[in-house]
């Protein structure tokens, strides 16, 4: 007597009819809960990594928050001890009440902000004075000096030469140390007095009332850490400033620290500022929420804070910061847009292919699912069989996925895509039930004619196709939308439902060329063509999910080619907006010797210097602005920014015409109206406009002119400290800018048109969205592969019957294989095409509906551009892959044996 299985043997049996759909709808359950879960926590991970990028990488003059005042603060104590720490004796009671008000508004800072800024730090310097020996040596400089003085000076500067700095006691020199670089360039020894010019306008102090001002060098100093970010706010502490223009004797300027009890003293006899700053960690921006810390950060620069306990004195705080934050989050925020709209692709076939498996699940299992239903089991319970087998398969895959998920993304979404990932496990249940119909319970043929779409499929795919055109019509007419508000859901479903919305419209479409084949065959004698016609219009079983699989993976590679070109353009863009050549230097003043001898250096095809020169008036017909004049060698501004987005045309400007011509900045002209326009009193012709100057940031109001024109307008001379280079093709920039840095020799900041952009392309959010389309594109090709080995099995019964019958009227086999072959290659030959026209089209949606300009450094939106060499290539590799798929589908398309098929066929 045969032993009945046990329940183990028969659980697994069930579960393994058919293995292979099983495992199918597992792992595309676990993929998609995988994606949702870790998605929206990635792209919370990626805008995070690019706020903490871009704001890490600033210099801390820009980072940081600081305020100047004209003026000197009431002097007095602090309340809170905790102020006054490591400062030096004597400092409390002159600068201890303007770091007790500095400590309180830190304190009241916003809870997103207050751990990213350190303590406030600040100093107050006087007015220039001149100080002269008693005889000056031909070769020194006339030395200037700003009385200096800080709460902690100590522990920042140590003594290398001299002793400290004692109080003032009314009397006599004031004693103050220099830097020992300072102390050097204006050649004072330590012990030397030195006094000021009667010419000196000081008010009244003591000795001073009549002019008589006296230093003495006691001591020179170096910095404890000269790369701390504390001397980036004091320019001239650690060096003297020499201005030489080749017409008198230079000038060195630097500041000369005084004891703080001295600077009480003084600081009534001379016009005073004070400069206070909070540093700011870029770095600790990785850990803080974007939205959250640029709201703090405009609150904290949008108020006042008083520096007096009067309230009369304020200082606002600025920060470029503000602009970078809001840059870097737009940036992270399309890009999120951006990789949801890929994303949507590859969830959506991966859903499908899961109803796909669950129909080949049920085609296994009709014999078994028949006879139920004639032992009396009604429907409903089949389907809740089913959908209970289907839980059983999805939910644990589902819940395993989704704490992956979470394990190797550590930033925090909300609960909603970890619930939403869970709930990904009930789709295998759904689509197990009511993939069940009354008419797979019956004995039919399903190939006989052709297929008749219910009224309800019909309505379906109406309302898809209303609800795709409602959406990319909305999409066109809202236009772009604020790049920091985070992903719209209009501009995720509207790619959506045209993904969808092509994909049934291909596949209406793809019968059309399949009857026109189907018609010249029956002209002709074979039957390879006229039999894999008319199967392939007669049963076309799971031909739109393969369609929208194949049409995605094609799309998408269409779709990253575009998306990707158009933003490592935007990347070149934005970097010659930041250059504004191939090299650009800046810093001391820039003559015409130092720019012939940039010229001259080996690799450098051209040098012109850029001037940011004084505010003048321009009149035009609608009003009159102050504006900052931008003056270069226009020509030759033109030959080095060639080629550049946004440069200035050859020849728009000729220099020296009559009335002189210049370039008004496209604001300016819109406010000044067009028609007479004066530059201060004399006439001028505007022969165009610009954006901006490519490498010059400032107001967006400004006129540009020639050097020449320029001189004769206002009598200014031409000291540029701005120079752009223009290198040869092939030379190595890196070099040549190291070479152009020695013979600058004094400090300056050099930028690299090539390291600019590589900067750009690599930040987190370039380098997230290269790689999510990248991975998105490869998902879509192995989706592609597993629909068509599931075409393949869901059509495998009748396959089987045809071939058998064919078979058993001599049919060989190349020929069968024939006959399979036209059951996937025209899928193929449908999803490039279709997959074409919709790759095409989601980037149009894109720059449509996504704000670009963060990747292009401002300006217009960019359009499209085109790569044909990673175009080509992405689409050749798909192709490619479909190819191979499709080999595979024909030769994993095996058929049931003809004996078998001929024993159980009943007509």
């Known amino acids: 007597m045969t032993r009945s299985p046990g329940l183990s043997a028969l659980t697994r049996r069930r579960f393994a009819t058919p293995r292979s759909a099983a495992l199918v709808i597992i792992a595309l359950t676990a993929f998609a809960a995988f994606v949702i879960a870790a998605a929206p926590r990635a792209l919370v991970g990626v805008v995070r990594a690019e706020v903490a990028h871009q704001v890490s990488d600033m210099p801390a003059i820009s980072r940081d928050l600081s305020a100047s005042l004209i003026g000197s603060p009431a002097l007095g104590s602090a309340n809170d001890p905790e102020v006054i720490g490591g400062w030096d004796e004597g400092a409390e009671d002159v600068f201890g009440a303007v770091g007790q008000l500095l400590a309180d508004n830190r304190a009241s800072l916003e809870p997103a902000l207050a751990p990213l800024v350190g303590e406030a730090q600040f100093a107050a310097y ?127 300027t630097s500041v000369a620290w005084v004891h703080p009890e001295s600077w009480a003293q003084i600081v009534p006899a001379l016009r005073a500022e004070l400069q206070a700053w909070y540093p700011v960690d870029g770095g600790a921006a990785l850990g803080a929420e974007p939205v959250e810390l640029l709201s703090a950060l405009r609150a904290a620069t949008s108020t006042s804070v008083p520096v007096d306990e009067t309230g009369q004195l304020r200082v606002r705080f600025q920060s470029e910061i503000v602009d970078v934050l809001s840059t870097a989050l737009s940036r992270a925020n399309s890009a999120s847009a951006i990789l949801a709209v890929a994303a949507v692709g590859p969830l959506a076939v991966s859903v499908s292919l899961v109803v796909l498996a669950a129909a080949l699940m049920i085609r296994r299992r009709r014999a078994d699912l028949s006879l139920m239903s004639a032992r009396g089991a009604p429907l409903a319970r089949l389907r809740r069989l089913l959908f209970g087998e289907g839980l059983i398969l999805g939910i644990p895959a589902a819940i395993l996925a989704a704490i992956g998920a979470i394990a190797v993304t550590p930033n925090d979404a909300g609960p909603l895509p970890t619930l939403l990932a869970v709930a990904v496990g009930v789709v295998p249940g759904v689509a197990l039930a009511f993939t069940l119909r009354p008419a797979l319970l019956e004995r039919g043929r399903a190939d006989l004619d052709a297929p008749v779409r219910s009224k309800a499929v019909r309505i379906a795919e109406a309302v898809v196709l209303l609800l795709a055109a409602v959406a990319v019509v909305q999409l066109f007419l809202r236009g772009i939308g604020s790049a920091t508000d985070g992903i719209d859901p209009l501009v995720v479903a509207a790619p959506l439902l045209a993904t969808v919305a092509v994909a ?33 219009l007669r049963d076309s079983a799971a031909g739109t999910t393969a369609v929208l699989a194949m049409l995605v993976a094609v799309a998408i590679a269409v779709f990253s080619s575009l998306v990707l070109a158009t933003v490592d353009r935007g990347a070149v863009v934005a970097a010659q907006r930041d250059v504004g050549g191939d090299i650009r230097l800046a810093g001391p003043y820039f003559d015409d010797d130092m720019i012939d001898s940039m010229r001259a250096v080996e690799g450098v095809d051209d040098a012109v210097g850029v001037l ?50 210049i370039v008004e900045s496209s604001v300016l002209a819109a406010d000044l109206g067009e028609g007479q326009t004066t530059f201060v009193t004399s006439p001028v012709d505007v022969v165009g406009t610009l954006d901006r100057v490519l490498g010059l940031t400032g107001s967006e ?44 020799g004094s400090a300056h900041s050099t930028r690299i048109l090539e390291e600019s952009t590589a900067e750009i392309q690599a930040s987190p959010a370039v380098s997230a969205l290269r790689f999510v389309l990248l991975s998105a594109l490869a998902v879509a090709v192995a989706l592609s592969v597993v629909a068509l080995l ?11 019957r045809v ?93 049931t044996s003809m004996a078998t098929v001929l024993r159980t066929e009943e007509d």
């Open 803 to 895: 071939i058998a019958l064919l078979r058993s009227m001599g049919l060989d086999r190349p020929r069968s294989r024939g006959v399979v072959a036209w059951e996937f290659v025209p899928l193929g030959v449908t999803a490039l095409v279709g997959g074409v026209v919709l790759g095409a089209l989601l980037p149009l949606l894109v720059v449509t509906s996504i704000d670009l300009r963060p990747f292009t450094g401002g300006g217009g939106q960019p359009s499209i551009a085109v790569d044909p060499v990673l175009s080509g290539t992405l689409i050749a590799v798909v192709v490619v892959a479909l190819a191979l798929a499709v080999v595979g589908g024909v030769a994993s398309a095996r058929t």
């Open 612 to 661: 940011r020169g004084d505010y003048v008036t321009v009149a035009g017909p609608d009003g009159r602005e102050s504006v900052q004049v931008t003056v270069t060698d226009v020509d030759t501004l033109a030959a080095v920014q060639r080629g550049m987005v946004g440069a200035l045309p050859a020849g728009l400007i000729t220099p020296a015409s009559d009335p002189v011509q």
């Open 701 to 744: 109001k400004f006129v540009l002119m020639d050097r020449a024109d320029y001189a004769a307008l206002t009598g200014f001379g031409f000291f540029p400290r701005t120079v752009m280079i223009d290198v040869a093709p092939g030379a190595d920039a890196a070099a040549i800018a190291d070479e152009l840095g020695d013979l600058v």
């Open 126 to 252: 006087a007015q220039d004075l001149r100080v002269d020996p008693e005889s000056l040596p031909p070769q020194a400089p006339i030395s200037i000096v700003q009385l200096f003085a800080e709460p902690a000076m100590q522990s920042s500067v140590e003594l290398v030469d001299g002793g400290w700095p004692e109080p003032w006691t009314g009397t006599g020199p004031v004693e103050i140390v220099l830097s020992q670089v300072a102390a050097s360039t204006m050649q004072w020894p330590v012990g030397e007095v030195r006094s000021a010019p009667p010419s000196t306008r000081v008010t009244s102090v003591d000795d001073w009332l009549e002019g008589a001002v006296e230093i003495q060098l006691v001591g020179t100093v170096t910095a404890i850490d000269p790369d701390a970010d504390r001397w980036a706010h004091l320019p001239t502490s650690l060096i003297a400033t020499v201005f030489d223009d080749g017409n008198r004797r230079p000038t060195a």
């Open 504 to 536: 049934l419209i291909v596949v209406r479409l793809h019968p059309i060329p399949i009857a026109a084949a189907l018609r010249v065959a029956r002209r002709g004698r074979g039957v390879v063509g006229l039999v894999g016609a008319a199967r392939n």
């Open 790 to 800: 599931l075409v393949a099995g869901v059509s495998r019964d009748a396959r089987s």
